[in-house]
């Protein structure tokens, strides 16, 4: 069965400085993992995906991750982080639509300045 | 870019009355799908629905809600007799395929809040 922890429910960063959420997942096959970004009262905008190509993706807004199989982890980076980022991320790892779609309980990222 | 809209943003309804909420998926999807955010919850898979039928729901999604595409643009989650603990965010979205790797779009909810 599969299932995603993100390890830390809130991160606290000053601008500027890097941002590292982290999430470990657990799933049967070789799964797609994505990374959602909430902000106050918006939908879900998509981060980033992976799926099976390049383990370093790329996302909007300077955002990354690593899929690293050998630890079971998908961790969201950025170099440099701003006011803008605060919101709450979730990571999703995902074999399929629906059922197969499995949230993370989600990190409120804070961004001081 | 094309996205998923979602109305009511906000809806108060009263204990044992019926709300619909209502979904326009990204207009070439093929697969919809409703989660639920209860307040400080993970998102839960409720339904997923393809060619005009559901095709996976959970246990949360019990009698007293059904889906429909009425139109070919609208989705729609009905609740028939809500309840308190249907109080939540709602949260529609739409692919492609249903396939692996499909990335799920996802609009920006409508907030229930059941009295």
Redo the contacts between chains.
């Keep these: 069965a599969q299932s995603v922890t993100q390890l830390d429910s809130h991160v606290s960063v000053s601008e500027g400085t890097p941002v590292l959420l982290r999430c470990n997942y657990s799933s049967s096959y070789s799964?797609?993992l994505?990374w959602?970004v909430q902000h106050p009262?918006?939908?879900?905008?998509?981060l980033l995906?992976y799926?099976?190509a390049a383990t370093l993706v790329k996302g909007i807004n300077g955002f990354e991750a690593e899929f690293k199989k050998s630890e079971t982890s998908f961790h969201l980076t950025k170099p440099s982080a701003h006011m803008s980022d605060a919101a709450e991320y979730?990571c999703v790892v995902?074999?399929?639509?629906?059922?197969k779609?499995i949230?993370?309980?989600?990190t409120r990222l804070f961004v001081k300045a | 870019e094309p996205e998923v809209t979602q109305t009511p943003s906000h809806q108060v309804t009263q204990m044992g009355q019926e709300v619909i909420l209502r979904c326009v998926p990204i207009s070439n999807h093929l697969y919809f799908y409703w989660y639920r955010q209860i307040l400080g919850q993970k998102v839960e898979f409720l339904v997923s629905f393809y060619n005009n039928e559901i095709s996976e729901k959970s246990e949360i999604f019990d009698d007293q809600f059904s889906v429909e595409r009425p139109d070919g643009s609208n989705f729609t989650l009905k609740i028939r007799s809500t309840k308190l603990e249907d109080s939540a965010m709602y949260f529609c979205a739409s692919s492609e395929g249903g396939a692996f790797g499909e990335t799920q779009y996802f609009g920006p909810g409508t907030r229930l809040l059941v009295l």
């Design positions: 799964p797609s994505f959602y009262n918006k939908g879900l905008q998509l995906k799926t099976s979730f995902s074999e399929g639509g629906g059922f779609t949230f993370g309980a989600g």
